[in-house]
């Protein structure tokens, strides 16, 4: 295969053109999709090539354009002069990336990572969790920022207008924050990463070649930063060729080897199907790109750099960790990037590119033994993602939502014979009308409750505190499995901290249900004794002005109400929900959700994504079952296998 345009990710590079054109535009996007998603990209980009303009059209192109000149600028005398070392660095006093925030606005315990006695994917997991709640965090002040500045500087302008507006433009140019100019807002994906260096928590903070422990084979990324707070990636968040440059030579471990030496290489692959022959690339070196998306050379490529770099993988024999960029719409610069494993550096070459200029080739070979790679597990093991519901085998049912909810939800059947669709009456709200604190729309642990704006706030439908009550964002699927019975997967790619569903069904008293012994899709309304960890339950991080203030929490309730007064019963009528089962490892967790009244006893339930969920996962979160909780009618324990499939699963749902 050959991997056109992977010398420069240009997505990336005009990215920062966006962000630091116009805060507010950024704040709009960050808002919009948590991470910045990148999709404002070909809008920015492509006017510079489109005829038919309006006046500020092209204004707005020629700052534009101007603003890519400058990256372009930025960006060549970096790579020139940093030798691709550190060139996200928390040390550089020019640092684009200062973090000018508080140091006291990371005070939560969603800050803390402790990573004693947790295995290696524990690990990578937590520092993922920490990268989204420092990304969060960030994203909110940078917005506040930006307001702030933006305000000022409008009444500067109001206040002094004979002036020319002089005060008012030095404000605008200079800005007064800390850590930005007015619209000059940093992206909050490169700031969590500055972050994370400070605190030394990133993962791997050395650059070292071969396999990182912990990060699997198929393991995705919804940006580049995240890859970096791992160590999977370093240096660079914009270059294709991440290296060790030749001041490794100088330590005792790497003798013998001889550098620059490359350790990962991201290929932007366009098309899904680009992975197909995936184990066989044939990699086309950095320099001499235009810089401007058109994937066109403009100058000759030279043996320096990450392209001397991989030549010296070629003569030392050290593979290269191999990251694949997925075109998505769910996801920063519109991409998600897999981790597909090492890559043996057979050969190089240098050719005569389409253009008439120099470009070195690399021949790269999946090295055997390892993973087979996702993108031919989702074509051949897991079965490919559909395009539409008539691609479906063992189709049951068209729309298990009978049309309640805005994207159909089919299921399907290939355990059964004869094949029966899921029973049960669809609803998208618990029956019974029941009904914040969200960062850009997600979450990245749970807390102990959620409030969101109710119908009575006079915010608007597109309040981004309302995010749970937006319906589904993703395409879901039914599907039986040979074990556990029914359960749910996703088509789309999902977002860590993304909302995924609501669980709904019928708002009963426990005490009302305590004598049915068989109903499996009994939710216990239990916020209220985790967050004040009664019965053994695991207390839920979260603010606690919130659990103490709460109107319903006082003494007396915690002394007595061990057992949730409220659940939700889903055996009968209940949406998706019902149908996703538990994991000792799960990928979603649950949250409270407080509405349209305060009363924490009958919250909403809601399922978010706690991690980035690839296409045909399937979707579990923990029952949370306390071993021995569950008892019969005659009050013995009743015990039930966990068939999750963790490696770490503990063999009992409960
Ligand atoms: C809320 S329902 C989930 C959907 C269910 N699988 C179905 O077929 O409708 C909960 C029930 O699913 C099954 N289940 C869920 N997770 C399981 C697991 N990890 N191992 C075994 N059974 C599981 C158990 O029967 C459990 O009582």
């Known amino acids: 295969m050959n991997s056109p345009g992977n010398v420069v990710d240009v997505e990336e590079l005009a990215a920062t053109v966006v962000v630091r054109r116009a805060s507010s535009r950024v704040v709009h996007k960050v808002k919009r999709t948590g991470f910045y998603d990148g999709s404002d990209i070909d809008n920015e980009i492509s006017p510079i090539k489109k005829r038919k303009r309006t006046k500020t059209m092209a204004k707005k192109t020629t700052v534009v354009a101007k603003s890519l000149e400058m990256n372009i600028k930025m960006f060549r005398k970096q790579g020139e002069e940093e030798d691709n070392e550190n060139a996200i660095s928390p040390s550089s006093a020019s640092s684009p990336f200062d973090l000018g925030v508080p140091s006291d606005a990371f005070g939560g315990p969603e800050f803390k990572l402790d990573l004693n006695g947790k295995d290696d994917k524990e690990k990578v997991k937590e520092t993922l969790r920490l990268f989204n709640a420092y990304y969060l965090r960030i994203a909110q002040l940078e917005e506040t920022r930006c307001g702030r500045e933006h305000k000022s500087a409008k009444s500067a302008s109001k206040d002094a207008p004979n002036k020319g507006s002089s005060e008012a ?17 940093m992206r909050p994906d490169l700031k969590t990463v500055t972050k994370m260096m400070q605190t030394k928590t990133i993962l791997f903070p050395e650059k070292q070649f071969g ?78 790109n235009d810089l401007r998306g058109s994937g066109q050379q403009s100058g000759n ?23 694949r960029g997925h075109k998505s719409k769910n996801s920063l610069c519109g991409k998600v990037y897999t981790y597909d494993g090492l890559y043996k ?42 395009n539409c519901i008539s691609e479906l085998r063992g189709l049951v049912c068209d729309d298990i939502s009978g049309k309640e909810e805005a994207i159909p939800i089919p299921a399907t059947n290939l355990v059964d014979d004869p094949p029966v669709p899921p029973t049960g009456k669809f609803n998208v709200s618990c029956i019974l009308d029941l009904h914040c604190v969200y960062l850009e729309g997600k979450l990245v642990i749970a807390k102990s409750v959620v409030y969101e704006c109710g119908p009575k706030c006079s915010c608007g439908d597109s309040c981004v505190n309302k995010t749970s009550q937006n319906g589904l964002k993703f395409r ?28 709904t069904g019928i708002l009963m008293r426990t005490e009302d249900i305590n004598n049915v012994t068989e109903n499996n899709y009994i939710f216990d309304i239990d916020c209220l004794q985790t967050m004040i960890g009664l019965d053994g339950r695991e207390q839920r991080l979260g603010d606690a002005a919130a659990t103490h203030s709460h109107p319903h929490v ?40 407080l509405s349209s009244h305060q009363n924490v006893k009958l919250a909403r339930v809601m399922l978010f994504a706690a991690e980035n969920i690839p296409p045909l996962q399937e979707l579990a979160y923990d029952y949370g079952y306390p071993i021995g909780s569950v008892l019969d009618a005659e009050g013995n324990v009743r015990e039930m296998a966990c068939h999750c499939g963790a490696d770490k699963c503990r063999k009992r749902l409960f």
Not at 171 to 185: E, I, L, Q, S
Not at 301 to 323: C, E, F, S, T
Not at 355 to 375: A, C, D, H, I, N
């Open 476 to 503: 879901f699927e039914v599907f039986r499995t040979p074990k556990k019975g029914w359960a749910v997967r996703s088509w789309d790619f999902i977002p860590a901290g993304s909302p995924v569903c609501e669980y």
């Open 554 to 593: 006082d003494t007396d309730d915690k002394k007595l109400e061990s057992v949730p007064e409220f659940c939700i019963d889903a055996g009968q009528v209940g949406n998706v929900a019902r149908f996703i089962n538990h994991s000792c490892d799960p990928n979603l967790f649950v949250q409270c959700v």
């Open 345 to 386: 550096v057979v050969n190089y070459w240098a050719e005569k590119g389409l253009s008439g200029f120099t470009v070195y080739k690399y021949r790269l070979k999946r090295l055997e033994g390892q993973s087979p790679l996702t993108t031919k597990q989702v074509t051949y093991s897991r079965g490919h993602v559909p």
């Open 301 to 323: 490529q030279k043996l320096v750099r990450g392209n001397l770099a991989l030549k010296h993988n070629v003569d030392n024999q050290v593979p290269v960790r191999v990251i």
């Open 211 to 288: 396999a990182l422990p912990g990060i699997e084979v198929g393991q995705q990324f919804l940006a580049r930063c995240e890859m970096v707070a791992l160590g999977l990636l370093h240096g660079h968040w914009i270059n294709g060729i991440d290296y060790m440059s030749t001041s490794y030579a100088e330590k005792e471990k790497y003798k013998g080897y001889t550098f620059p030496l490359a350790v990962s290489i991201v290929i932007s692959g366009q098309y899904e199907d680009d992975v197909d022959n995936a184990d066989d690339v044939v990699y086309t070196g950095q320099g001499g």
């Open 169 to 185: 433009k030095s404000k605008k140019g200079k800005g007064g924050g800390k850590g930005g100019k007015v619209g000059t807002a």
